[in-house]
């Protein structure tokens, strides 16, 4: 196995090294991003939080993940939970926060349950200052406002304006949200060094000889991560990169595209299965997932979504393809979050690389009415 790995070695290594600048410092040379998705610099938003801390700040890890074609977070709580308490404490001590808060997502009961164990394992202090707060199984759940507004409120809502939670989060304090996978490896750079960070986990599903969630490279492409895998089962379609918020590209291309940072979830899609039929059913369901505060979210996903079902199953208007390239345009930058955009990105990507079946299902309904 290469060095850094998450998934290879023991979950416990002995003594923790001390937190402080220059684990800060270590972080920003290791060139270590984010791994819940924007791939930001894990150092520059320790750096900003320990800034404006004075000791009552807040670590909130994040493994929410309600993602269905993501499941790299469940698994890494599930096998090393200690390494990510590591990754909070180490986070804590170098921002200078109080408590540490582990947002687990409802549906994980696995990881949950490891992770229980494994915090009834630490020292009293650090057990004193944790704790577990289950995340609703809602997508947007664990968006970083959301999550902070669910552990205030219990209701898990974005909020778009100023401040962030890096100034105010949690009851107000400096509130250093990052995911487990992201804390895991800054605790891995913590004990072995800089070139720690270069690991990424990625989820791998649909037709593949070994679904699974592996581990690669920063760097591989998406071909080697399905090779880790175990390389496609039958005939692909197409490939689904970053879950459901993430692009739809033609085997082709995607095969030696390098995996983008943060993006956790690769999909192959069977040639034998039918893109439109696919695209209904996400489409349906990121609509059922809008936090419903923002009409261009609310109502524009829930028109994308008809729109698909209405061409998969066989019944396109005339302008419905016009329609859902405009509307996924439309959408963009619209709400108080990025979900709109991620449904939009999502449907603008299948229009490209499905477009035969698009025009097929229209053309098709087109001669009937005609
Ligand atoms: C709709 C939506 C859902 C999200 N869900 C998650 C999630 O389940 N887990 C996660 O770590 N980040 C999620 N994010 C990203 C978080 O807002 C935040 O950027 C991330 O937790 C920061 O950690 P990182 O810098 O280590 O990536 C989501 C963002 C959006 C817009
Ligand atoms: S953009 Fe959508 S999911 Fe995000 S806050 Fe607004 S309604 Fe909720």
Known sequence: MFAGSLLADADRQ????????????????????????ASFPVGTKWRSVAGRAG???????????????????????????HLVLDGAFLAAQTVGANEVILY????HRTAQAALARALGERPAPQRSRARIVIAPPRYVAGEETAAVNYIETGVAVPTATPPRP?????????????????LARA????RQGE?????????????VAVPRVVEVQVGSTVGEAIDVAGGLAGPPRAVLVGGFFGTWLDVGSAWDLRLPGGCGAITVLSAGISPLAEMARMVRFLAGESAAQCGPCYFGLGALAATCE??????????????????SGQVVGRGACRHPDG?????????QVFQPEFAAACRTVGQVAA
């Open 310 to 327: 209405r061409i998969a199953g066989g019944q396109a208007q005339a302008l419905d393809l016009e329609r859902l390239r405009r509307w």
């Open 104 to 107: 687990v997502g409802e549906r």
């Open 343 to 351: 449904a939009a990105g999502l449907v603008h990507s299948a229009l």
């Open 14 to 37: 002995g003594p923790l090294p001390a937190g402080g600048p220059d684990l800060i410092a270590a972080l920003e040379r290791s060139g270590l991003r984010g791994r819940g998705g």
């Open 187 to 190: 605790a891995l750079v913590a």
């Open 195 to 207: 070139s720690a960070g270069g690991m990424i986990l990625v989820s791998v599903s649909g037709a």
């Open 55 to 81: 000791g009552g700040a807040v670590v909130l890890a994040n493994g929410a993940e309600a993602d269905p074609l993501n499941r790299k977070d469940q698994t890494l709580l599930s096998s090393r939970p």
């Open 166 to 182: 890096f100034e105010r989060g949690v009851d107000g304090r400096p509130t250093l949200i990052q995911n487990v996978e992201s």
